[in-house]
């Protein structure tokens, strides 16, 4: 196995996916609402830490150039991210995240228009 594969597949790596994650899944409840930023925030970050993914959130792993070599890792391991983070807002915030392509420019946007919410 290569060191590519090696790294992408062990269960300890922020790419790694298990074959049972959902894209389409909410992981917290409530959705955000422009009331909530701060709880919100507080569960979603808790749930993307547990699920070694908040590095795509937070902007700790950035995005890897297209002639990467664990780009198609980081590539897909931030849309399962994205996903998350589309289906973890109300529908009124929906529409201002869905064409946005990167984790950390989601959740940096998020926070600079709800975290005064409350």
């Known amino acids: 196995m290569s060191?590519?594969?090696d790294e992408s597949l062990s269960v300890?790596?922020?790419y790694y996916l298990h074959p049972s994650?959902?894209?389409a899944i909410?992981?917290?409840s409530?959705?955000?609402d422009p009331t909530n930023y701060n709880s919100w925030s507080r569960s979603s970050f808790t749930t993307l830490s547990a699920k070694n993914k908040v590095e795509f959130a937070d902007g700790c792993l950035p995005r890897s150039?297209?002639?990467h070599r664990l780009y198609a890792a980081w590539k897909k391991a931030n849309n399962m991210v994205v996903s998350w983070l589309v289906h973890l807002v109300a529908t009124s915030i929906h529409q201002s995240i869905l064409w946005m392509?990167?984790?950390?420019?989601?959740w940096k946007d998020l926070k600079a228009r709800y975290s005064q919410g409350d």
């Open 21 to 23: 994650e959902n894209p």
């Open 3 to 5: 060191e590519k594969q």
């Open 30 to 32: 409530p959705l955000l």
């Open 101 to 106: 392509d990167n984790a950390v420019d989601i």
């Open 26 to 28: 909410a992981l917290v």
């Open 12 to 14: 300890h790596s922020p």
């Open 65 to 67: 150039t297209s002639n």
